[in-house]
């Protein structure tokens, strides 16, 4: 079994939770607990522009703790090998909780509590709905960490809402991603 250190702590692989603009995500265990282990990655985006990445990691989860988000606690961080071990939240995404017929009402009315606490602090988060876990209580966690300055058209309103449903863009996209 393949395994990955943190800061010399090694974390043994379980299986690929996800791949995203700045990281793979690994469900790993040690000491018979659960963790992310997330291994930043450098591959091209033609979307989005990064600069140091495991520092902005570093930079958006103080950012967000400030601002009172529920997401993991980020619990290590190896700079040098670019790598995070961050608490595992058990439970399934919006996305696939949106392909299943299971979405509930509150967890959009979770996800706008959030933004309430986002706006006024000039900042949004990335509401694609692989970036959201309902725990086994029913609560919504944003699992990654990316956040940027504020603007409307990048909103929960404007552009996360369109990927909560199975609306066009979000069947789109699951066709896109087969």
Known sequence: MEKLSVNGTEYEIKKLLGKGKGGYSYLA??????????????????YYQFGNKIQS??????RLSAIGIKMPAMLEVDVDNERIAKEFIDGETIYDLVLEDKM?????????????????????IDYFPTNFVVNNN?????????????????NFENWGIKYWSK???FLKYVDEHK
């Open 29 to 46: 265990e040690k000491d018979g607990k659960q963790y992310v282990v997330k291994q930043i990655h450098h591959e091209p985006c033609s």
């Open 57 to 62: 990691e570093i930079d958006d989860y103080k």
């Open 138 to 154: 029913g609560e919504i966690f944003y699992i990654d960490y990316e956040c940027n300055d504020y603007m409307e058209e990048w």
């Open 167 to 169: 609306t066009p863009d």
């Open 104 to 124: 509930q009402s509150d967890y959009i009315d979770q996800v706008k509590a959030m933004c309430k606490l986002l706006y006024p602090a000039n900042t949004n």
